[in-house]
């Protein structure tokens, strides 16, 4: 639960050496896709936990560090409107996919002693043939071409480079903010789940189940709705709505004691909520950056992950042992709400200001 998003930090330097140019682009996300996907290949060799957790870290890794890249790709290959409306698409059909495997995952983890670790490097090879795919895209030049931000690799220039965006869009400021008071009241919670989960008697195949196929379930049902909702809404209102969302699903579990249908109530809704933030987080730094460069945006969002990731898993294990598991969750509901305030309040304030001037 920490390491995963502390990598975070290191996507965020892969991110440096993206230029404005065709081929940088194309390869910084290659790149990071062969590597994300190498390791699972080798997992039937080294059929051991330890490596499974070194695949696990290089993979979430260069999985983040794919976003700049990519998002700056369809910023470059779309319009707005047709900006949001195929990447909701395409996030529906990985959805839709992703509820397959659940269940054939599942299956082959109960019914096979040891036949489970070759779904590893048969995985990895399907992923792998996507590289085929990225190799033929076309991407369109910037209509005004801009000198490279860092020519060279530097630990410090990329972090002075993210503090001026943030100075100067303050708009992104707030949307940063919310986003580290609701994903990291997630993160809070999330060594409390398991735990609460445990205590509540399910079974594997249902926790598999809930958690893999009807979060899955959610995403199908919202992701267009999120997407036609970007066309019209500003992102920081939308934000405000997932973040309201993660609180449900927070508070949900805590009433698991009324039945089991409330699991799978909580997790569709998670799955609704997942839905929103995948695209928004996506997408916002196209939407921010307007008309410019969008992956040093990206990168801010890939490093906010990492920040929030070195305290709030921590907080929330510490807050479990010592207070309890519905202790931590309800702590993170706090922060979802109070994520929900900060991003709505200065749309509101806009708003009556707009009036007052009309």
Not at 254 to 269: P, S
Not at 272 to 293: C, M, R, T, V
Not at 300 to 328: E, H, Q, S, Y
């Amino acid at each position: 639960m920490t390491l995963r998003p502390v990598l975070s930090f290191f996507s965020f330097y892969w991110g440096t050496w993206i230029h404005a140019d065709e081929k940088s682009l194309r390869w910084n996300l290659m790149c990071a896709h062969a590597l994300s996907l190498v390791p699972f290949l080798f997992v039937p060799l080294f059929p051991k936990i330890g490596f499974l957790i070194f695949a696990s870290a290089v993979f979430t890794l260069f999985y983040r560090a794919e976003s700049p890249a990519l998002m700056e790709i369809i910023r470059r290959n779309l319009d707005k409107n047709a900006r949001e409306a195929s990447f909701s698409i395409a996030t529906t059909a990985a959805y839709i996919e992703g509820i397959l495997l659940a269940f054939f995952t599942g299956w082959m983890i109960e019914h096979l002693e040891s036949g489970w670790i070759y779904l590893f490097p048969a995985y990895a090879a399907i992923g792998l043939f996507g590289l085929y795919f990225q190799a033929k895209l076309k991407i369109l030049p910037l209509n005004e071409p801009q000198a490279t931000v860092v020519n060279r690799f530097s630990f410090v220039e990329p972090l002075k480079i993210g503090i001026s965006l943030l100075k100067k869009n303050r708009e992104f400021l707030q949307f940063q903010i919310g986003y580290f008071l609701c994903g990291g009241g997630l993160m809070l919670s999330m060594p409390a789940i398991p735990a609460l989960l445990t205590c509540s008697g399910f079974c594997f195949t249902t926790l598999f189940t809930t958690t893999c196929a009807v979060k899955e379930l959610g995403m199908i049902f919202a992701a267009p709705l999120w997407g036609l909702l970007m066309k019209k809404t500003r992102y920081e209102f939308l934000s405000g709505i997932v973040f309201s969302f993660v609180a449900l699903f927070l508070g949900l579990l805590q009433m698991l004691n009324l039945g089991i249908a409330l699991l799978f109530v909580a997790y569709f809704v998670y799955g609704i909520a997942q839905a929103g933030s995948h695209l928004i987080w996506n997408l916002s730094g196209p939407y921010f950056s307007k008309d410019q460069e969008s992956s040093r945006y990206t990168m801010v969002n890939v490093f906010m992950v990492g920040a929030r990731g070195l305290l709030m898993p921590l907080l929330g294990g510490w807050i479990c042992d010592t207070l309890g598991a519905k202790i931590a969750l309800t702590s993170g509901v706090v922060l979802s709400l109070a994520g929900t305030l900060y991003v709505c309040l200065p749309i509101r304030q806009l708003s009556v200001k707009q009036q007052a001037q009309f």
